[in-house]
């Protein structure tokens, strides 16, 4: 790495392999490579490059004359290729593959974890306007429960009148009566808003203590 990437033309041929070869794979220098890709969700987001290894004994006059080849001081490359480690090519591609593996399965929890928080906290809002509107909900129930009660004393008013006007008030005393069975009706109805609103009620805040629980 020192000595080849650090040559204009060792970069050249480092790049070329970096960018188009994969799995694992001898690199231009003869030394073993390789390159894993990042998938989520079928898709690749990135790779991760490593190697330089060797698969066995290098023929150090080789290596000398890629020395000559990328311009670098064939005694301070050989010194340097004597440090690279030595591993059978079988491990090699082994614990390449072990690699990949791992990191992919890493990089999938944390997206996996990044996408669940993000669901949750969606989660957390939708609750949170679900309670806001069965409060609001409770709210005006109340309100038009308040104005069918008018409703029911105004209907009784109204009979009291039109009895007391006895046959001139006998038109009035139908309308009278329609008011008072509408009054009736709308007061069953808004009991029925009332008991579905806290039913809604309840369940949210069963799904609240859920979600708090598994937290």
Known sequence: MK???????????????????????????????????????????????GGQVLPAQPDE??????AAELDIDPEAYIQALRKVPIRSEKSIRAAAS??????????????????NNKRLNIFDEELDNAISTVIEINKKTKELEGIATKQNILSLN???????AGVAGAGFAVVAKQ???????????YKEISVAASDIQQSVRKMSQKHAMEE
């Open 3 to 49: 000595y080849t990437r650090n040559s204009k033309e060792g970069m050249r041929r480092c790049v070329k392999c970096d960018t188009e070869c994969t799995g694992t794979y001898f690199c231009h220098a003869g030394l073993m490579d390789f390159a894993a890709d990042i998938v989520v969700e079928g898709e690749k987001v990135g790779a991760i490059i």
């Open 61 to 66: 006059e080789k290596f000398r004359s890629i």
């Open 98 to 115: 072990l690699l990949a593996d791992v990191m992919n399965r890493v990089v999938n929890l944390e997206y996996m974890k990044y996408r």
């Open 158 to 164: 109204a009979s009291i009148e039109s009895a007391r």
């Open 179 to 189: 008011m008072g069975e509408l009054a009736t009706q709308s007061a069953g109805i």
